[in-house]
């Protein structure tokens, strides 16, 4: 069991041996106290010093890079309570994480109080869907540094609040588990997701051809609506390569999406643009942001959003030119142009993040769990909500069939 002290917002945490054995660099023998401190962000440039040099250490994804965090953190709605999480061995840096403090109005005359990690509460800015969350934490330490920082958290929690972490994967899932479980805690799914993606190393490894892999009716599709719109003319897979043109292609991508979708759709949160705009500005010079269009002679049939994190592609938005003809697909033919585009590049995946839409399981090879977890007491308040949510959640499912 670790060995806890807590003085003020600090926790001294002393790693069990059998996360030593499985997380700590062979030349680290001893019992490392790992010190965990919780307080408000006063200083965004700090931070940006720390989280970078942190994230040269760090194995993590794009959603825990500073271009996302720290745009997200310079957009935060008024009235946010962010929180720094930081962990340090010797007094050297080793994990951080944001947290947001909300108070929440349920079932007790004086509310409750959820501490989300690197979500703000607020469902409708929270739209910007974060996935692949997690603690941003030291390579050589991460699954000590992780237990640490959670079991930090969880022991703030007073008997009604809870530690809500979204889009997280199962190891991270299974970490929050255990740092629950030492304190008393449990671990509620309020969600259960697959993220799928396509693994370049099998499409390699089967002859490197993408669409020889894809399923026979899949690869009809995509022949079919390709050979409908070469009559029209050239199919183009344009990738932006200046801010400008991908700013442009952005706004195009917006107008397509919004036209499908309209105030269903996640551009209805008019503070998303300027969010996005940031991000991408900041992010096609570095090669960490790649917008393209799919086009027929002069016209533009799909625009695809994506993120470029150490090899790995992430599809995060796209707008699709549909038609009364549903034999032309917009969609199909610009993922799987992207996808050919990305192996021809070397890289190692294409990811198409959670959520449903019937071209992911068609296009992808492989998929990975994501789920959505509450951390808190198993008290009766608790599980009258847990009840109530998934009569909810069973008859929006009736309804949806």
């Known amino acids: 069991m670790s060995s806890m002290a807590v003085s003020g917002a600090t926790i001294h945490y002393l790693q069990p041996a059998s996360l030593r054995a499985a997380s700590i660099g062979s030349s680290m ?13 006063h200083d965004i440039e700090s931070l940006e010093a720390m989280w970078t040099d942190l994230e040269t250490r760090a194995a993590h994804s794009f959603y825990l890079s500073w271009l996302w965090i720290g745009t997200w953190l310079r957009y935060l709605p008024t009235g946010v309570d962010p929180h720094v999480v930081t962990a340090r061995v010797s007094g050297s840096i080793v994990g951080l994480a944001i947290v947001c403090r909300r108070r929440m109005w349920h079932l007790r ?36 540094v992780a237990t640490a920082c959670l079991e930090a958290l969880i022991c703030r929690l ?12 199962l190891e991270v899932e299974a970490t929050a588990r255990y740092a629950a479980g030492l304190a008393g805690f449990v671990a509620e799914v309020n969600v259960a997701d697959v993220a799928p993606w396509v693994d370049f190393a099998e499409v390699r490894r089967r002859g490197g051809s993408y669409r020889v892999v894809l399923g026979r009716n899949t690869r009809q599709a995509v022949s079919r609506a390709m050979r409908l719109y070469a009559e029209r003319g050239s199919i183009e897979h344009r990738i932006m390569g200046t801010t400008s043109e991908a700013l442009a292609a952005f706004d195009e991508l917006i107008g397509l999406h919004w036209s499908r979708w309209g105030r269903k759709g996640p551009f209805a949160n008019p503070g998303f643009r300027p969010f996005h705009e940031d991000v991408i500005t900041r992010g096609v010079p570095v090669g960490a942001v790649r917008i393209s269009r799919t086009m027929v002679g002069d016209r533009t049939i799909g625009v695809l959003y994506n993120f470029v994190h150490r090899g790995h592609v992430l599809n995060y938005q796209s707008g699709f030119l549909y038609e009364d003809d549903a034999r032309l697909k917009p969609g199909l033919v610009s993922h799987v142009l992207s996808i050919e585009d990305s192996l021809s590049r070397g890289e190692h995946s294409y990811d198409f993040g959670a959520g449903p839409a019937g071209h992911k399981s068609h296009l992808a090879n492989a998929e990975r769990a994501m789920t959505w977890i509450a951390i808190g007491k198993n008290n009766l308040e608790r599980r009258i909500e847990s009840k109530v949510r998934w009569t909810r959640q069973k008859i929006r499912s009736m309804v949806a069939h």
């Open 29 to 41: 023998q001893h019992d490392v106290v790992i010190d965990v401190d919780v307080e408000k962000l």
């Open 109 to 144: 005359p004086r509310g409750r109080v959820r501490w989300l990690l690197n979500e703000t509460g607020d469902a409708r800015f929270d739209r910007l869907f974060i996935e692949h969350n997690g603690v941003l934490a030291e390579r050589s330490s991460s699954g000590a």
């Open 158 to 169: 007073r008997l009604s609040d809870e530690l809500v972490l979204s889009g997280i994967d």
